[in-house]
T-cell receptor
Framework: GDSVTQMEGPVTLSEEAFLTINCTYTATGYPSLFWYVQYPGEGLQLLLKATKADDKGSNKGFEATYRKETTSFHLEKGSVQVSDSAVYFCALVRSSNTGKLIFGQGTTLQVKP | GAVVSQHPSWVICKSGTSVKIECRSLDFQATTMFWYRQFPKQSLMLMATSNEGSKATYEQGVEKDKFLINHASLTLSTLTVTSAHPEDSSFYIC?????????????FGSGTRLTVV
């Protein structure tokens, strides 16, 4: 079945460091891919998305490119801030799967000043 | 942008009682609502999918008689945890799918922290 695998956390970085959170997926066809962010005690917010191969999603300095050949959607940011500390979830959806989002296990990011 | 209002944000109840959680889409019509459960430091587990005016579809292993879902209108879905027990303590999150969105627009509620004592 469909699945999403994220790198294990927590990831601890100093402010202004470069961030990469790896995400790979298994799915038939051409799923849409998402990154969501969850701040403590809150629901999820969409960070960015890509709906077809080679698309690049970007928002708030974060970006991720839909790589069909490597079935990956790695999240990157050039310079993280303390306010980026949160849990990040990679997810996919297939149109034939009743629209259900399949989530990765989440990666906790902690940015220290 | 699209907003989903989820209430209450936290609730404490006694074992054996029932708790209702509401999710409302404030400025769009939600044809589909998803209910998730999240354990500490874990991912979201989909509990059920509800479509307006029809019965919810539950994921394997989720007790439909314990977690009652009602999606009576295009803007409101409720999850009722019946005869709650301490093991039902968790963070519950709803998500609404925007009917008008062409790219799988999902909007999440802010979550409900349920503690059963």
């Amino acid at each position: 079945g469909d699945s999403v695998t994220q790198m294990e956390g927590p990831v601890t970085l100093s402010e202004e460091a470069f961030l990469t959170i790896n995400c790979t997926y298994t799915a038939t066809g051409y799923p849409s891919l998402f990154w969501y962010v969850q701040y403590p005690g809150e629901g999820l917010q969409l960070l960015l998305k890509a709906t077809k191969a080679d698309d690049k999603g970007s928002n708030k300095g974060f970006e991720a490119t839909y790589r069909k050949e490597t079935t990956s959607f790695h999240l990157e940011k050039g310079s993280v801030q303390v306010s980026d500390s949160a849990v990040y979830f990679c997810a996919l959806v297939r149109s034939s799967n009743t629209g259900k989002l399949i989530f990765g296990q989440g990666t906790t990011l902690q940015v220290k000043p | 942008g699209a907003v989903v209002s989820q209430h209450p944000s936290w609730v404490i109840c006694k074992s054996g009682t029932s708790v209702k959680i509401e999710c409302r889409s404030l400025d769009f019509q939600a044809t589909t609502m998803f209910w998730y459960r999240q354990f500490p430091k874990q991912s979201l587990m989909l509990m059920a999918t509800s479509n307006e005016g029809s019965k919810a579809t539950y994921e394997q292993g989720v007790e439909k008689d314990k977690f009652l879902i009602n999606h009576a209108s295009l803007t409101l879905s409720t999850l009722t945890v019946t005869s709650a027990h301490p093991e039902d303590s968790s963070f519950y999150i709803c998500s609404a799918r925007d009917r008008a969105s062409a790219n799988y627009g999902y909007t999440f509620g802010s979550g409900t922290r349920l503690t059963v004592v």
